[in-house]
């Protein structure tokens, strides 16, 4: 895999500063997250970047399903 090193960030910068480090990811396309010296994770674009093909229906599922995992409990209490 190439990493393009403009867009390395360390995981204390990525946690402390989000907003830049999702700002180089629309800019580079991805950013590579590196922790104890090694990458750990990548951030994408999933615009621009071709790793990760979806259409935006299947983004918005995506991203839906996601929102209902991490608030099950909430719309729970909300449909009673």
Do not use: C, W
């Amino acid at each position: 895999m190439y990493i393009d090193t403009s867009a390395i960030v360390t995981a204390t910068e990525a946690n402390q500063n989000f907003s830049r480090v999702a700002k180089l990811a629309e800019k580079k396309g991805k950013v590579i997250v590196f922790k104890n010296n090694r990458p750990k994770l990548m951030i994408i674009d999933l615009d621009t970047e071709p790793q990760i093909e979806m259409t935006e229906d299947e983004k918005l599922t995506f991203v839906a399903s996601r929102i209902l995992q991490e608030h099950r409990a909430a719309f729970e209490e909300l449909a009673k």
